[in-house]
């Protein structure tokens, strides 16, 4: 396979820029052969890894919802402060603590762990301080994840209850509910009077998201209950109460559900159809104010690169040219009599209904034991790729039935820090067609293992490094990984049959269209209908996935580039490593260097393997 390289040196350059002067070019990691660190080297380093512990619980401090993330309790009643003065509040306050780091802690004194949490300190500050001018130009409100989809997720997945305190705390969030939802509609409020604002056509995905919310008991005559009332209902059946106790319980939060939450969601869908109304069917960021600038700075954010749109553009060409090669050898080996693109038709069209399991609540069941099935056999071969394993579970679920319509087609949640929470791998079965039989193990090694759970899990897991590191995203390093666990199980031999192979080219094809289609809407003024339009052309994908996909790019500017540039540069660096090494090179240990730091921008995952490759050779 070809493997492109990315532009290392500007990945480089963005990684000094973004740090500042303070001592950007950490030394590499020490060697068994260099003498113990000094005493001021050691207390230093206790001295910063104390403050960064201290600066993340400060930030966790502020977040009730995020602390939910993380499996805690604190405030488990309280919703997260939107608001623009908060906001504020909260720039100021990282910015005053990258000054306090700087001027407390001597860059030289440090040891090597300790630099890099420096410089990843210094990088995400820095990162954020840029985009903050921009922090309304992602729209408040889209179709694909925003806070009125999120919202019952959040209190079904994160918000557990196992006593009697905790469901008064569900029920508290509920009354908060229309506070919480009234921020955030200020904020869509003014970023609609600044003529920032997602195309029309988004808006009835949330209208119709919305109304299924509020759908069910209590919120209609309903005899099945809500999303949000099940879920309250099956948490408190559990409890060692009284039934008097627990009817109380649902009283009152049947109460909460009629008169805060539905009454937030029908104001957010009045704001919805008004601002529809008015609403252009315009798509790319383009048409936002220096909406050119921004959109250069969602690429950089997103690939830790500072790669144009259009070198990132050209890429993407070049690689659907290249996996297009690749296809048509698999195509001609099973005997398909036609080209590529009447293989791709065939493909959606199943005319021998083989490609997908039955749009029926059977066929669903079918998949997600399947998709359980693929993770088993991977989980029992991981110890040939991997020294270091995770300790949380991973399950696999359907995504819920409110939110599939509007939501992508597969997502990854992280398991909660103290166990009480799964890593979980949901598939949206909304129509079968669309999560095809041939994708099925490059999408479960993508979102399960060896991909987002591996990497996700093990970082949280992670010692004696800050829990900033640990929880901390890096697009690029996090989807990039992604996309690489897809490719390995090919060397492992699986893909066994040639159609889960094509599928696992369909899944890498399907990002490289990404980087074109993306760059396409938000830089070269592409329409929405002309993105569908070329992914359909140039991928084996239903027309349904191809327009959904389209619709997440539009309102999720630049996060999609970061798949394929990520799995061009592990791949790029792990050959730089055979090459160097030879025999003595060990596929295990070079995932423990890709790993073991925790999400990092390309340039530095560049510098801890080539210090890798360094110490090696002088072993």
């Known amino acids: ?64 919802m995020y602390q939910a993330f993380l499996g805690r309790k604190t405030n488990n009643d309280q919703w997260d402060d939107v608001s623009e003065a908060f906001a504020e509040e909260s720039h100021r306050l990282r910015m005053a603590a990258l000054a306090e780091m ?81 921020q955030h509609r200020e904020i869509a409020e003014a970023q609609f009077a600044d003529g920032i604002y997602p195309p029309k056509w988004s808006y009835a995905k949330m209208i119709a998201t919305s109304q299924n919310i509020i759908s069910g008991a209590p919120f209609d005559d309903s005899v099945e209950p809500s999303a949000l009332l099940a879920d309250f209902e099956a948490k408190i059946a559990s409890l060692e109460i009284d039934d008097d106790a627990r009817e109380d319980l649902r009283a009152r939060a049947v109460a909460a559900l009629t008169t805060s939450v539905k009454p937030a969601y029908e104001a957010l869908i009045a704001m919805f159809e008004t601002q529809m109304e008015a609403a252009s069917n315009d798509d790319g960021v383009w048409k936002l104010p220096d909406g050119g600038q921004y959109y250069a700075l969602q690429l950089e954010a997103m690939t830790t690169t500072d790669m144009t749109a259009s070198e990132i553009h050209d890429l993407g060409l070049a690689e659907v040219a290249r996996i297009h090669r690749e296809m048509t050898a698999i195509k001609d080996s099973v005997g398909f009599d036609g ?13 021998d209904e083989k490609f997908s399991y039955p749009n029926t ?137 040639p159609y889960s192979d ?18 396409g809407l938000h830089d070269k003024r592409w329409t929405r209908e002309e993105a569908i339009d070329y992914l359909v052309q140039n991928t084996p994908n239903p027309e349904g996935d191809c327009i959904k996909a389209i619709e997440r790019y539009t309102v999720m500017p630049g996060q999609a580039t970061a798949y394929k540039i990520g799995m061009l540069k592990i791949l790029e660096l792990r050959d730089r490593a055979e090459v160097a090494l030879g025999d003595e090179f060990d596929i295990r240990v070079f995932h423990d260097i890709v790993l073991k730091n925790g999400p990092v921008p390309m340039a530095i995952l560049e510098e801890n393997v080539d210090a890798w490759i360094a110490s090696s050779k002088d072993a």
Request: proline residues 5%; hydrophobic residues 40%; charged residues 25%.
């Open 102 to 182: 700087r001027a407390t802690f001597d860059f030289e004194a440090l040891d090597p762990s300790a630099q890099l949490s420096y410089r990843l300190f210094e990088y995400n500050a820095a990162l954020a301080d840029k985009r903050f001018a921009f922090r309304n130009h992602w729209y408040e409100f889209h179709h694909f994840r925003a806070p009125h989809s999120a919202m019952p997720p959040f209190l079904i997945n994160q918000h557990r209850v196992d006593m009697a305190a905790d469901a008064e705390a569900y029920i508290a969030r509920l009354e908060g509910v229309a506070g919480y939802f009234g």
């Open 361 to 497: 609540d059977e066929g669903r069941a079918a998949y997600l034991n399947k998709a359980e099935e693929i993770i088993t056999v991977m989980n029992g071969r991981l110890d040939e790729l991997f020294l270091t394993f995770p300790e949380a579970e991973l399950i696999v679920k359907r995504v819920e039935p409110f939110r599939e319509r509007a939501g992508s087609k597969a997502f990854y949640q992280r398991p909660a820090a103290d166990g009480s929470r799964p890593g979980i791998y949901y598939a949206n079965l909304y129509n079968m067609a669309d999560m095809p039989i041939y994708q099925m193990e490059a999408l479960a090694y993508h979102e399960g293992v060896p991909g987002h759970h591996m990497q996700i899990a093990i970082s949280q897991e992670l010692e004696d490094v800050p829990n900033f590191r640990k929880y901390g995203r890096i697009t690029a390093y996090s989807e990039g990984w992604g996309l690489y666990s897809e490719y390995i199980p090919k060397e492992m031999g699986f893909y066994e049959d």
């Open 339 to 351: 080209d590529l693109q009447a293989f791709f038709a065939y493909l959606r069209d199943d005319p």
């Open 502 to 519: 094509f599928g696992r080219l369909a899944m890498e094809l399907w990002r490289a269209a990404r980087l074109v289609v993306d760059t």
């Open 1 to 64: 396979m070809t493997r492109l390289s990315i532009l290392t040196a500007a990945a480089a350059t963005l990684l000094v820029a973004a740090c500042g002067d303070a001592n950007v070019d950490a030394p590499a990691p020490a060697t068994e052969t260099e003498s113990a660190a000094p005493a001021e080297t050691s207390d230093q380093t206790s001295e910063i890894n104390a403050w960064f512990e201290a600066e993340f619980e400060r930030e966790v401090a502020r977040s009730p």
